[in-house]
């Protein structure tokens, strides 16, 4: 079995951005995703792409925090923020959000909760490359309430989702939820299998409790090369192939009853995000029984999987951290195998959450749930890329479901442009006009170019441009220009997007009593007095003037 821990590891560790609550734009300061902090970079060039993650947050924290649908790119910027909000103040967040193919194009998909109705309400939702919603999945009736843990398109056109049904035994005082998968047409929304736990395990089967409600928590959902139906159970620790014509178990995996043996005596327990894997990709040992050779489709099937190793309730572990683990399960024997294992970069346990991907190189990303960590190996075992969203010290960012890593996503928002902020900013010494340019989810902005007017109606002056440098670009002019806009530039050299103009933020002129060496545009000579200036160098003044009084008001740029 290749095991990896990346403790101990000779490893080059750069630090790309600092570890902060949340990252802040002037721009777009109703902005609040996690600041997400690279430790580990050694991607090759053309080893590229985006990363997908939705935070989770405890309620009480989201006046410090957004939990939204987040992109970063591999530096740790943030690429898109999809925070919506919710009318109640009940915002449970997003689950799950990655590419995926529907109806013959590349769209985004995620799952969002929300307190609706005195009940937790969760939406599947498929977006296109413009961010808008294509497809909204919601609750299929029948007393069938989503789960927000998983879903897959099948075919492109059909959805395997997982669901529940809270069942109240003797009045309200005492519950049970059943855990419900079900194969809907999207386009029709008939529902065309539905398997219901109750029917096949019962209470009893839970490696949580007797007095446990949620006694089999349906977590993952996929399919095998056969249609058959693989899911997994976190409160039963067990994953299950159930057959997708009969509802019937064809076999266990973990658990007392399970239906394989570990030869390596390897405990099963708590896991997250099971997927078939093409033993193509990965790694059989030279030891399997009739050499690697008599490993077949036909007699074999591969399983990642993200083992938690933690029952979060009792406290109880089952192995020294948690760890992503690919699972070689022979029919013919009836055995199981871990062939893979890639510990915690630091050795911790994700209480809850934790995905697995087998990316297009071969290399392994990974999830790590609640420590809210991400990280990316090579096949034989190599650490290459560590990241950590948010602030370790804060206890209010919980994790998140599931983390993606894609080349695939391009986004080109339509409903709305770049973003510009304008104030007159100094040093002391020197006065001039500061810029700040943004545009949530455009991938395709190479650099901005400004433009800076006398008034609303021009004419219009261009005063520089600048290449992107991560969520929030820059640009700084000498002069004092009390309107301004911005274009987005593309690769080839056009024009891809353009902000409203904006009117250029100037602190009150009282500041100019009291700023040593500062220079208010509409007045001549510099002050000479203390280091009172020292707060408002950085725009501070400008920010809190947009926090209070919102986004700047912005007017179609005329005069062209």
């Given at each position: ?109 995620y799952t969002a909760t929300r307190w609706e109705q005195s009940r937790w309400i969760s939406t599947h939702t498929i977006l296109n490359t413009s961010y808008d919603t294509v497809e909204e999945l919601r609750d299929p009736g029948n007393r069938v309430v989503l789960d927000p843990h998983d879903y ?146 036909h007699t074999h099937l591969a399983l990642s999987m993200f083992d938690n190793a933690m029952n979060r309730y009792e406290k109880s572990t089952t192995a020294s951290c948690s760890s992503a683990i690919i699972v070689l399960l022979d029919f013919e024997a009836m055995t199981a195998q871990v062939v ?220 062209l």
């Amino acid at each position: 079995m290749l095991m990896v821990a990346a403790l101990g590891r000779s490893l080059v560790f750069v630090a790309v951005l600092i570890l902060q609550v949340h990252a802040s734009f002037l721009s777009r300061p109703d902005i609040k995703a996690p600041a997400l902090t690279v430790h580990v970079n050694r991607l090759s060039d053309d080893d590229q792409g985006l990363l997908f993650v939705t935070p989770y947050f405890y309620l009480t924290s989201l006046d410090t925090y957004h939990d939204g649908p987040v992109i970063y790119d591999l530096q740790g910027a943030l690429v898109w923020d999809g925070y919506h909000g919710s009318a109640t103040g009940h915002n449970k967040g997003a689950h799950n959000l990655r590419p995926l193919h529907y109806q013959g194009t590349t769209h985004l998909a995620y799952t969002a909760t929300r307190w609706e109705q005195s009940r937790w309400i969760s939406t599947h939702t498929i977006l296109n490359t413009s961010y808008d919603t294509v497809e909204e999945l919601r609750d299929p009736g029948n007393r069938v309430v989503l789960d927000p843990h998983d879903y897959e398109i099948i075919d492109e056109k059909k959805i395997l989702q997982a669901g529940s049904i809270t069942h109240h035994l003797g009045g309200h005082e005492t519950v049970l939820k059943e855990a419900v998968l079900q194969l809907l047409d999207i386009s029709s929304k008939r529902i065309e299998f539905e398997w219901r736990s109750l029917d096949h395990v019962p209470p009893n089967d839970t490696c949580m409790g007797l007095a446990y409600p949620d006694y089999f928590h349906i977590n993952s959902v996929t399919q095998d090369p056969n249609g058959n139906d693989i899911i997994s159970g976190y409160s039963i620790c067990t994953v299950l192939s159930i057959s997708s014509s009969t509802g019937a178990i064809l076999w266990r995996l973990g658990g007392p009853l399970s239906s394989f043996t570990f030869v390596d005596n390897y405990t099963l327990s708590h896991v997250h995000h099971v997927r078939v894997v093409p033993l193509s990709a990965i790694n059989i040992p030279s030891s399997a029984p009739g050499g690697p050779h008599a490993i077949t489709p036909h007699t074999h099937l591969a399983l990642s999987m993200f083992d938690n190793a933690m029952n979060r309730y009792e406290k109880s572990t089952t192995a020294s951290c948690s760890s992503a683990i690919i699972v070689l399960l022979d029919f013919e024997a009836m055995t199981a195998q871990v062939v893979e294992r890639y510990l915690h970069p630091r050795g911790e346990y994700a209480r809850i959450f934790g995905s697995v991907q087998i990316l297009p190189n071969g290399d392994r990303f990974i999830g790590w749930g609640s420590t809210r960590q991400v990280s990316q190996h090579t096949r034989d075992g190599v650490m290459v890329y560590h990241a950590e969203m948010g602030d370790r010290d804060r206890p209010e960012l919980i994790g998140s479901l599931r983390a993606f890593k894609s080349k695939e996503w391009v986004g080109r928002p339509r409903t709305r442009g770049p973003d510009l902020y304008s104030n007159y900013s100094w040093t002391c010494g020197r006065g001039g006009t500061k810029m700040y340019a943004s545009w949530n989810g455009a991938t395709e902005v190479e650099r901005w170019a400004f433009y800076g007017g006398r008034s609303e109606d021009g004419p219009w002056v261009h005063l520089g441009v600048m290449e992107r440098e991560g969520f929030e670009t820059a640009f700084l002019n000498e002069g004092f220009w009390a309107f301004g806009y911005v274009e987005a530039v593309g690769k080839g050299g056009e024009g891809i997007g353009r902000s409203r103009g904006i009117r250029t933020r100037v602190p009150a002129p009282k500041f100019s009593e009291g700023c040593g060496q500062w220079r208010y545009p509409e007045k001549s000579g510099w002050k000479d007095d203390s280091e009172a200036c020292d707060g408002y160098r950085q725009g501070a003044v400008a920010k809190h003037d947009q926090e209070v009084l919102g986004l700047p008001d912005g007017f179609e740029v005329r005069g062209l």
